[in-house]
């Protein structure tokens, strides 16, 4: 009977240590990410959203003489696949590519928004924004000199973050060159710029599960009362 408590006794805190591990299975995420330009609804702007690659341009081009020139101000984001993406494993954007066009004073955006979205496939999430990316462009008067660079600057909002069953899953963005989001980067006029790589980061965190602690802590307690009972009676039969 006392080995049988004793049995008893230590399954229950066996299963108190189990059930804590178990909210703790590997994630992985697999899926793609994508921009899409708000449309500011400004005269000489046009943004097309792709599937993949998306682009905003802006500006009158300045036409003084042949040959013309025919440069707009632009901002393309392309988006990127991801496979069995891990905790803290960053998914590598590519550039955003600038163009800085040589257009007619205040013909042009002086900013662009971008939504990015994320769609995990594997968990059956779609279409998931998260953060909106601002670029501001500065457009400096060229007059009287031919090319004073324009200043191009990406802010972005607080990152989303979801829960996906015993997971927090946070989002995190970083640039390989930050001046892009510190200063700005100057662009000579009718020239193009690159941010270099952009990285967005999943963070999965284990969040505990009332029901899974609940079930540890029952069994915990259950173990250790059965445990107390089984040393009481072993010190009964001694003295008997
Ligand atoms: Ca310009
Ligand atoms: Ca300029």
Do not use: C
């Not at 408590?5 to 299963?15: E, P, T």
């Not at 006029?189 to 965190?205: P, R």
């Not at 802590?217 to 010190?235: D, E, M, Q």
């Amino acid at each position: 009977m006392i080995s049988r408590i004793r049995s008893v006794a230590l399954l229950l805190l066996v299963a108190a240590a189990a059930a804590i591990p178990s909210a703790r299975a590997q994630l992985y995420l697999t899926g793609n990410i994508y921009g899409a330009f708000q449309d500011p609804g400004l005269p000489h702007t046009t943004v097309t959203n792709g599937p993949v690659v998306s682009t905003f341009e802006s500006g009158d081009p300045y036409r003084p003489y042949p040959p013309y020139n025919d440069t707009k101000t632009s901002i393309t984001f392309t988006g990127a696949s991801f496979t069995d993406l891990g905790s803290g494993d960053p998914l590598v954007l590519q550039s955003i590519k600038f163009k800085n066009g040589i257009t007619l004073l205040g013909t042009t955006a002086t900013n662009a928004t971008l939504d990015l979205f994320v769609n995990v496939s594997n968990l059956g999430i779609s279409d998931l924004k998260v953060t909106t990316l601002t670029f501001d462009i500065d457009n400096t008067d060229n007059s009287g000199v031919s090319d004073i660079p324009d200043l191009f600057k990406i802010g972005y909002s607080p990152l989303a973050e979801f829960t996906y069953g015993d997971y927090l899953v946070k989002f995190t963005i970083d640039f390989s060159d930050p001046a892009w989001v510190t200063d700005g980067v100057g662009i000579p006029e009718g020239k193009k710029g690159l941010t270099g790589d952009i990285y967005v980061t999943m963070s999965f965190t284990p969040i505990p599960e009332p029901s899974t602690y609940a079930i540890a802590g029952a069994a915990l307690l259950g173990g250790v009362v059965l445990l107390r009972r089984f040393k009481k009676g072993s010190v009964a039969a001694h003295t008997a």
